[in-house]
Structures are given as structure tokens and as C-alpha cells.
């Protein structure tokens, strides 16, 4: 009987440091191969850093909402003034050609087999890379799995704590956030699966700590404070333990844009607006004062 473990790592986000860790732990649990489910980079600034090892990797990779931002960038160009854009900006200007047109390739979904189990891996949904799937949107769920030619569905992208149950038979697992996890303080979730003889025989959620200094020590040096400290900050509350007060920031910004213009998110900017969601400058710099305290930068 032959036996494979498999390690899904979803959202990494750009924190590299984490994401050695995770495929030190992957190795010494003997992990045969890895399926990669996309926002690889962005919101840290560890853009090629982080690609080149996912390249080193494997080739099963899917692109996120965040690689979707970059590759609609590039094409449009777009001239956003908002300072919440500059950090995909900085990205886009970081990263190398080689590794613009590398995110260009990767699809949003994919099929794999694995010792006869059959698996549908994607970043949001199979319909969609910015569709958010909670444990409880039971009709979207049902709708995923009624007629699923696959025994499971595999995602991430809603940063909710790792979760599985069965639905209509199949497998149904968000395997949590990897680089930028709300619910702890420097902790990477990632998720192991042991497959044999056409079966899931065990689902493994693990968390793995990271060093928190090393990353902080690595945003300073990246250049990126230059141009935009908010989104930084509030990328660095995601991975310290303070990932309620990026929460709050985010509810609070779209009920003062609601507000003010009747809708939740800017709605001006062309193609991916619809993907990125902007607020007012004044919005966005007048809570950053409110939130000062939280910010180590
Ligand atoms: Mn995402």
C-alpha cells in the first residue's frame, strides 16, 4: 500500500520567514508533496524572496486575489492616487519581470489526484478568486460540493481559523492562513493530509511559530515604510496577536465611506476595483491616528 502526505499552504502573504518554517516542519513530518493555494505575496514586501522558494517548491500553485491585483496592474497600468494602492505598487516594482510573468501562468483552481483521491484545490472558490467561503455560507457550500466531480474541496483566502467538516460526502477544508493569521501571535497554520488506498486517513491541522523579530527587521529594511506605514502596520497587527484592530480598521473604514457616499468602498477606480477595495485617503490616514497606538512603525 503506498501512502503520501501532502501539505497545503494557503495565503502566505509575503512572510517567507514563515513559510521556511512551515517547510522545515513539512519535512521533518515527511511530507511528499505540496499544493500551494495562492496570495503567495503582498501584504509583506518579501515578494521574490518568497516566490522563489514557492518556484523551488512545486508546480502545483494557484494565483490569489493579491497576484490577480499585480497581473491587472501590469496590463492597465492604472493611476490610482490612493495611498492604500502604493503597497502594490511597491510590489509590482519589486518584483522581477521573470516573477510578473511567472504569477501571469498560474491558474485560480486546479484538479489533482492523489493515490486515487481526487481533490479541487482553489484560492477563493472554484467560481471565483476573491468569493469568500465560510463554515457557515451553507447554501454557497451545498452549491460546491452537490455535483463535485472530486471527494474534496480544498481552499483558503477568508484567513478564518483552519476548518473541515463533510458535506454531500466530500471533503470541505479551508486550510487557514499562512502568513498573516489573524487569531495568533506569530504562528503559520498549515494543513497535512495522509492519503493511501483511495482514502483521507487523517487531516492534520498544524501551527508552526516564526520569529517575529526577524520579520521586523526585514519590513524596515525592505524600503517600504518610505512609501506607506498604515497597510504595514496593519499587516504586522495581523501576525502579532492584534489582528482584532485590523478587523475594527477595516469595519470602520467602510461604514465611514458608507456614510459619507452611500457605498462601502470607493467605486471610481477601473478593472480591479472590484477585487481591491479602496477608502477615502482622509478615511484611511484619520483612522491610522485612532489606531496609532497598536502600530509598531
Ligand atoms: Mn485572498
Known amino acids: 500500500m503506498v ?14 520567514v514563515a513559510l521556511n518554517e512551515v517547510i522545515k516542519d513539512a519535512k521533518e513530518n515527511n511530507v511528499d508533496e ?23 517548491l512545486t508546480n502545483k500553485v494557484l494565483k ?23 503597497t502594490v505598487k511597491f510590489m509590482y516594482n519589486e518584483l522581477t519581470r521573470e516573477n510578473i510573468e511567472y504569477i501571469k501562468t498560474l491558474p485560480h483552481c486546479m484538479s489533482v489526484k492523489y493515490e486515487g483521491v481526487k481533490f479541487l484545490i482553489a484560492h477563493g472558490s472554484p467560481e471565483s478568486v476573491e468569493e469568500q467561503l465560510h463554515q457557515d455560507d451553507r447554501e454557497r457550500l451545498n452549491h460546491y460540493t452537490q455535483d463535485l466531480d472530486a471527494d474534496a474541496l480544498i481552499f483558503g483566502h477568508t484567513h478564518d481559523k483552519m476548518w473541515y467538516e463533510y458535506i454531500n460526502n466530500k471533503l470541505v477544508l479551508n486550510a487557514g492562513c499562512l502568513g498573516v493569521s489573524p487569531y495568533y501571535n506569530a504562528t503559520a497554520e498549515y494543513v497535512i493530509l495522509d492519503i493511501s488506498n483511495g482514502k483521507i486517513n487523517n487531516i492534520d491541522l498544524r501551527h508552526i511559530k516564526y520569529d517575529l523579530e526577524i520579520i521586523k527587521q526585514k519590513i524596515i529594511e525592505s524600503g517600504i515604510l518610505s512609501q506607506e506605514k498604515v497597510l504595514m502596520n496593519l499587516s504586522f497587527c495581523g501576525i502579532n496577536g492584534n489582528g482584532i484592530i485590523r478587523h475594527y480598521f477595516f469595519k470602520e473604514a467602510k461604514e465611514l465611506m458608507l456614510e459619507r457616499s452611500g457605498k462601502w468602498y470607493k467605486d471610481d477606480a477601473k478593472g480591479i476595483f472590484t477585487y481591491f477595495k479602496l477608502f477615502d485617503d482622509d478615511i484611511w490616514l484619520g483612522l491610522a491616528e485612532k489606531y496609532k497606538d497598536y502600530f509598531v512603525f
Open 34 to 56: 505540496f499544493l500551494i493555494l495562492g496570495d503567495l505575496v503582498n501584504d509583506l514586501p518579501f515578494g521574490n524572496e518568497t516566490l522563489e522558494i514557492v518556484k523551488g
Open 3 to 16: 501512502k503520501i502526505k501532502v501539505a497545503i499552504l494557503s495565503d502566505i502573504h509575503g512572510n517567507c
Open 64 to 86: 490569489g486575489n493579491k497576484e490577480q491585483y499585480l497581473i491587472e496592474y501590469d496590463t492597465e497600468k492604472y493611476d490610482w492616487k490612493n495611498i492604500q494602492f502604493r
